[in-house]
């Protein structure tokens, strides 16, 4: 039988990975360590039985059609799936699979991490360093000065996987009050701090952490926008490690110009890359990471093999994916 | 007591003050306080103007105060000179506190409280010998400390200051979203050491709880051997993989051994607070290291750990010059 054809649309994956795919199908790689230009997506998928992709590829209809109707199973290396249309795929008999759980640690960790980089200014303070500010001050009492966690109140807006995995991880710090806002009370077993269930007014009216969480959908997008911010403290520090588009990001803007919140910490924003110029990067109370969240080796390899046991299972009539999206 | 406590505590004294009337005569105050009208009030110098205001009204009320105009370390011939008659000194770790300053103050100086909870930069022997008081500011910043040893650990673990810096080098422009791109170390599954269980390396303990760390192992010493302890040995004989963090005093570290082990893979990164001297010269060899993540002692500086830091700072001044009172953190 021949061995079903599959696209890799950038060659710097994991090999693990790449060993288990060439083991049982013909495999072709996109020669770069970037995103796959859109014309050779459309003319190398053509054709294929199954696309091992990113979420820097946005899977439309366009590209459905340019692959034909021998394409059966697409595996993205990502928990997200926002650039994937399920919808369309679905109608056309596509097996999508996506790989959550094995990244939420390093996801977790990173928006934790991201939060105290924001919230104690590690980006302004280490720039003191060499640009003479220290030298002047060397040690002064009002210097630099961050917001601490101690006694304060956190809200995570979008408690699932990850969110649970941070409030797990904030437990450490001396928080007086978790809050977090969700379509439905979520089940936390007693191994989580206490976290009460309120309505996102109540979230952006007492938390002097916003922490969002949430997926990226319809009800979702540009949820975070000029009222918003305006109902946030104004001492509040703004955690988003989810997707860009959950943001109003012009009303992020003006909200850390006009004061309406303390300071932001984005690993995810609109667009990515984003333009070195882009006013963003230029505010001094907004820390910008290039969506990091699960870039910890374990982890990389782990969505990987992932994503290949996801891929081969939608090929094999006798297989399975682990986790499909649909 | 635990640090919430301490804040509740030192906010009850400046409420029991407050509630006198204003009263423009500075030197007879309408309420009674332990300092008699015939006695002047105690001369005290504070070596730098950027203090919490809470901390320069609390002393205003009961001292004379001379406060340095700079924000900046108060040069030596300046300490030596304004020193001189004072009864208390309100200090930081970046004045040194010797013989010579001592001799310079002369007989008057009765209290030194310095606004930190390291004291190396005072030579305690000598105060003891001469009937100072010395008090020091523990406790209060315990958390903000190892918050910011946490927050610095990530940093150097998740190469923070690396990936943010591909936003502006066209490193992120050019890759995206790359499977094996920045790729830091992850704490889960991790066996973390802390070298020093005290009060801040069981805060810090303890925020490391949620992170799914497989072990975690502690060791201390004596005082003695702790300079340097740091050294060629120690970093060749961590993991090659191991992440070195350092929020203590930059004395523990052989600085060069670092630089070595860092240049040469014997570690795999670090991240500091503290380093030799403070500050460090903008163009010294550690800034240029990828792999060394550098921050500006800045490991109490959160708002309201600095208020209660220069509270407790001004209470302890008070405490040992003011008869009835009692320093609430005392050294020797």
Request: net charge neutral; aromatic share 8%; hydrophobic share 45%.
């Amino acid at each position: 039988m021949e061995k079903p054809k599959v696209l890799v649309t950038r060659c710097d994956v994991p090999e693990p990975a790449l060993k288990k795919l060439r083991d049982l199908c013909e495999v072709d790689i996109f020669e770069g360590a970037y995103p796959i230009p859109r014309d050779q997506l459309k003319a190398r998928v053509a054709g294929k039985d199954g696309l091992f992709c990113f979420l820097t590829d946005p899977i439309t209809p366009e590209i459905l059609d340019a692959a034909g109707s021998s394409l059966r199973s697409i595996s993205t290396m990502s928990v997200g799936y926002d650039h994937l249309d399920i919808e369309e795929m679905t109608k056309r008999g596509i097996k999508v699979g996506h790989t959550p759980f094995v990244s939420t640690d390093a996801v977790a960790e990173l928006t934790v991490a991201l939060l105290l980089a924001t919230s104690r200014r590690l980006l302004q303070a280490n720039a003191e360093i060499t640009n003479g500010g220290w030298a002047q001050c060397v040690w002064g009492p009002v210097y630099m000065l961050g917001k601490g966690l101690t006694g304060s109140t956190v809200g995570i807006f979008g408690l699932g996987r990850i969110g649970q995995a941070v409030l797990k991880r904030l437990s450490g710090f001396s928080v007086a009050k978790f809050l977090y806002a969700d379509f439905v009370e979520q089940k936390l077993d007693s191994s989580f701090p206490p976290a009460e269930f309120v309505s996102f007014e109540r979230l952006l009216q007492e938390s002097d952490f916003v922490i969002c969480m949430a997926s990226l959908t319809d009800q979702t997008r540009a949820k975070f926008n000029k009222e918003v911010f305006t109902a946030m403290k104004n001492s509040a520090v703004f955690i988003n490690a989810s997707r860009g588009g959950l943001v109003d990001q012009d009303a992020l803007v003006w909200a850390l110009q006009t004061g309406q919140i303390w300071a932001a910490g984005l690993d995810v924003m609109n667009p990515e890359p984003l333009p070195a110029d882009h006013v963003l990067n230029t505010l001094p109370n907004c820390t910008l990471l290039p969506h990091i969240g699960s870039s910890v080796e374990s982890a990389r390899f782990a969505m990987a093999e992932l994503a290949a046991d996801n891929l081969i299972g939608g090929l094999f009539k006798d297989k399975q994916m682990v986790h499909s999206v649909n | 007591m635990t640090f919430s406590a301490w804040c509740v505590l030192l906010r009850y004294q400046p409420l029991r003050i407050c509630k006198t009337p204003r009263n423009l005569n500075f030197f007879k105050p309408a309420y009674s306080t332990s300092l008699p009208d015939s006695m002047e009030k105690p001369k005290v110098l504070i070596t730098r103007n950027d203090v919490p205001q809470i901390a320069i009204r609390k002393l205003r009320e009961l001292c004379d105060v001379d406060i340095y105009e700079g924000s900046y370390p108060m040069p030596r011939d300046q300490l030596l000179a304004r020193v001189a008659g004072k009864d208390g000194l309100f200090c930081f770790l970046t004045d040194r506190i010797n013989a010579e300053v001592l001799d310079a103050a002369g007989r008057s100086l009765r209290v030194v409280s310095t606004m930190s909870v390291g004291y190396d930069h005072l030579s305690l022997e000598e105060m003891k010998s001469r009937d100072i008081k010395v008090g020091y500011t523990p406790d209060v910043l315990t958390d903000a400390t190892a918050e910011l040893t946490l927050a610095l650990l990530l940093a150097t673990s998740r190469r923070l200051l690396q990936a943010n810096a591909e936003l502006n080098n066209g490193g992120w422009g050019r890759c995206v979203w790359g499977p094996v791109w920045m790729l830091g170390k992850g704490l889960s599954g991790s066996t973390v050491g802390i070298f020093g269980l005290g009060r801040t390396g069981q805060a810090v303990l303890k925020r490391l709880a949620g992170f799914n760390v497989a072990k975690f192992l502690y060791t201390s010493t004596t005082k003695k051997e702790l300079r340097a302890k740091f050294n060629k040995d120690a970093f060749a004989a961590m993991k090659n993989s191991a992440v070195f963090i350092n929020t203590s005093r930059g004395g523990l570290v052989d600085q060069e051994a670092l630089v070595w082990a860092l240049q040469t893979g014997q570690i795999w990164a670090a991240g500091l607070d503290v380093m030799t001297p403070e500050p460090l010269p903008t163009d010294h060899i550690l800034t240029t290291l990828p792999n060394c993540t550098l921050v500006p002692h800045i490991a109490s500086a959160d708002v309201k750990t600095r208020e209660a830091m220069a509270e407790l700072a001004a209470e302890n001044l008070l405490g040992g010059l003011i008869e009835g009172k009692q320093m609430l953190k005392r050294l020797c």
